[in-house]
T-cell receptor, first 109, second 114 residues
Framework: DAKTTQPTSMDCAEGRAANLPCNHSTISGNEYVYWYRQIHSQGPQYIIH???NNETNEMASLIITEDRKSSTLILPHATLRDTAVYYC??????????FGQGTELSVKP | DAGVTQSPTHLIKTRGQQVTLRCSPI?????VSWYQQVLGQGPQFIFQYYEKEERGRGNFPDRFSARQFPNYSSELNVNALLLGDSALYLC?????????????FGSGTRLTVV
């Protein structure tokens, strides 16, 4: 099973873009990259996912490198409510989510 | 529409006891997965069920078991509780449980074993 590596913590100024990196160098060709976030030990909340191409939705953008060994989640205009633990997850074809330790993002005024 | 609902939200059990946690998926979702999240760590996969059949199992002892009912709701059972079983137990539902569809998590059940 592929594993992901993320920085333990990051800070971001309110209103600025937050760029959260993730390394998944052992990812297989048919495994997707998903991003979730978790606030105060609530259930993880889906943000975005992708396989090869860059993706964008109303919450964030996902940039995946051409070799698929790493990706970056971009929150274009971070707010205080974006303070959370962000998980970069590789999902096997069978649907098993493999969580890492996540990045604790602190958005500061 | 109701999201994924889990019950109870909190409970306290004594070592050696048994516990049953419940999960109702989003309407129309046929797959339920269970995860254990120990404080300070990411969630760990326990089970996945689809159409009442076990599709996957994580690296957990046989004290952990689960089942899915015809209405797609699910129960997670843990026998002979240990202190180390104290955790947030999360349920996630999806349409098929395969990678092409999103996964929606419930708010979890906080289990404390004393």
């Amino acid at each position: 099973d592929a594993k992901t590596t993320q920085p333990t913590s990051m800070d971001c100024a309110e209103g600025r873009a937050a760029n959260l990196p993730c390394n998944h160098s052992t990812i297989s060709g048919n495994e997707y990259v998903y991003w979730y976030r978790q606030i105060h030990s609530q259930g993880p909340q889906y943000i975005i996912h992708g396989l090869k191409n860059n993706e964008t939705n109303e919450m964030a953008s996902l940039i995946i490198t051409e070799d698929r060994k790493s990706s970056t989640l971009i929150l274009p205009h971070a707010t205080l409510r974006d303070t959370a633990v962000y998980y970069c997850i590789v999902i096997t074809r069978e649907g098993k989510l493999i969580f890492g330790q996540g990045t604790e993002l602190s958005v500061k005024p | 529409d109701a999201g994924v609902t889990q019950s109870p939200t909190h409970l306290i059990k004594t070592r050696g006891q048994q516990v049953t946690l419940r999960c109702s998926p989003i309407s129309g979702h046929k797959s339920v997965s269970w995860y254990q999240q120990v404080l300070g760590q990411g969630p760990q996969f326990i089970f996945q069920y689809y159409e009442k059949e076990e599709r996957g199992r994580g690296n957990f002892p046989d004290r952990f078991s689960a089942r899915q009912f015809p209405n797609y709701s699910s129960e997670l059972n843990v026998n002979a509780l240990l202190l180390g079983d104290s955790a947030l137990y999360l349920c996630a539902s999806s349409q098929t449980g395969l990678v092409d569809y999103g996964y929606t998590f419930g708010s979890g059940t906080r289990l404390t074993v004393v």
